[in-house]
Nanobody, 124 residues
Framework: QVQLVESGGGLVQAGGSLRLSCSASTHTFNNYLMGWFRQAPGKEREFVSSISWSGRSTYYADSVRGRFTISRDIAKNALFLEMNTLKPDDTAVYYC?????????????????WGKGTLVTVSS
């Protein structure tokens, strides 16, 4: 089965940038989307962004649109999230995800595959 591993989290000042990566142990099928969710302390896990298998379609939560950019490299079996103009409200554990239904609105409870998460902390 698909195993996902995130990397790239860390501490960054407000207004700064960070790039997250996700590597899959096996290739996903072409009917799968991949994406990112995040969970802040005391809050529910929420959708951030997703991308189609081909990379031609991308989706963003309103809170990150214009600041974050999602991409994937099919050949390298990798997913990326470029985060710019970071805000303290972006502080959360970010999870890589894969499923056949990652077009918003989507509930985290319905996602088939998860990574362990990588922590992003944005200081004010």
């Amino acid at each position: 089965q698909v195993q996902l591993v995130e990397s790239g989290g860390g501490l960054v000042q407000a207004g700064g940038s960070l790039r997250l990566s996700c590597s899959a142990s096996t290739h996903t099928f072409n009917n799968y989307l991949m994406g990112w969710f995040r969970q802040a302390p005391g809050k529910e896990r929420e959708f951030v962004s997703s991308i189609s298998w081909s990379g031609r379609s991308t989706y963003y939560a309103d809170s990150v649109r214009g600041r974050f950019t999602i991409s994937r490299d099919i050949a390298k079996n990798a997913l990326f999230l470029e985060m710019n103009t970071l805000k303290p409200d972006d502080t959360a554990v970010y999870y890589c995800a894969a499923d056949t239904a990652l077009t918003p609105p989507v509930a985290a409870q319905n996602v088939a595959y998860w990574g362990k998460g990588t922590l992003v902390t944005v200081s004010s």
